[in-house]
């Protein structure tokens, strides 16, 4: 365990756990403030992520900035940004079971740093993952968790959005819930 994100970024960097490291041009480690009191979980990188070696700066990552920006939220100012794997899986497949649990040493040590009051994950991987197995977006999208004295949520994942517009709206009322809980259990993000 590292105390510090800078050194938990720079064995993160070296990484060779998984055998995405053979494939990856970037580790994407994450991004955002180190006071952040909301972290969002994606998938992995994508194909933009991994040519820049940050998360979510694609078309999916502009339509959630877009939504991020509808309650206040940004990278710059008061969130963090991670994902359940830090290298991209070839073609953007799914991450395997193997590589995720390989990877979560990462996101857990990134957690126990920042500390966060709410974890957003976006989309089933992650949600499956952190919140339960089961977990279905399309049924328990914008719903409430507390795991381990955090509140959690999942939404729909930016890219699922792309596919399926029809969505939105959804999406868009998770984001305001998020606000609420914002409101309700943070003290220093607005
Ligand atoms: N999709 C993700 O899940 N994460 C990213 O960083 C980019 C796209
Ligand atoms: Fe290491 Fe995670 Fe990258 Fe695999 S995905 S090589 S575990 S940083």
Same mark, same amino acid.
């Given at each position: @365990? ?30 955002g ?15 933009? #992520? ?18 991020? $920006? $509808?309650?206040d939220?940004?990278?710059? !100012?008061n *969130? ?8 991209r ?6 991450? %395997? =079971?193997?590589? @995720? ?5 990462? %996101? ?5 740093i920042?500390?966060p009051?709410?974890?957003v ?7 499956q993952? %952190?919140i339960? =197995?089961? /977990?279905?977006? *399309? !049924?328990?999208h ?5 795991r381990?004295?955090?509140?959690? @949520?999942? *939404? /729909?994942? =930016? $890219? ?9 709206p959804d ?8 606000? #609420?809980?914002?409101? #309700?259990?943070? *003290?220093h993000?607005?």
């Open positions: @365990m590292y105390d510090t994100m800078e050194a938990l970024r720079r064995e993160c960097l070296n990484c060779q756990k998984c055998p995405l490291a053979q494939t990856r041009t970037n580790v994407v480690f994450g991004v403030v180190e006071d952040a009191e909301v972290l969002l979980i994606g998938e992995g990188p994508g194909e933009q #992520e991994d040519l820049r070696g940050e998360p979510f700066v694609g078309r999916g990552g502009q339509l959630l900035e877009k939504y991020l $920006a $509808a309650i939220l940004s990278r710059e !100012k *969130t963090y940004i991670a994902n359940m794997v830090k290298c899986p070839p073609k953007n497949r799914d991450p %395997l =079971p193997e590589e @995720m649990e390989a990877c979560l040493p990462y %996101l857990r040590n990134q957690t126990a920042l500390r009051k709410i974890i994950c976006l989309g089933r991987i992650a949600a993952k %952190l339960s =197995p089961n /977990f279905r977006v *399309t !049924k328990e914008g719903q409430w968790f507390q381990n004295g955090v509140w959690m @949520m999942g *939404t /729909f994942h =930016p $890219a699922a959005l792309l596919r399926n517009p029809r969505n939105k999406a868009l009322e998770d984001f305001q819930s998020l606000r #609420e809980k914002i409101h #309700e259990v943070c *003290t993000t607005y």
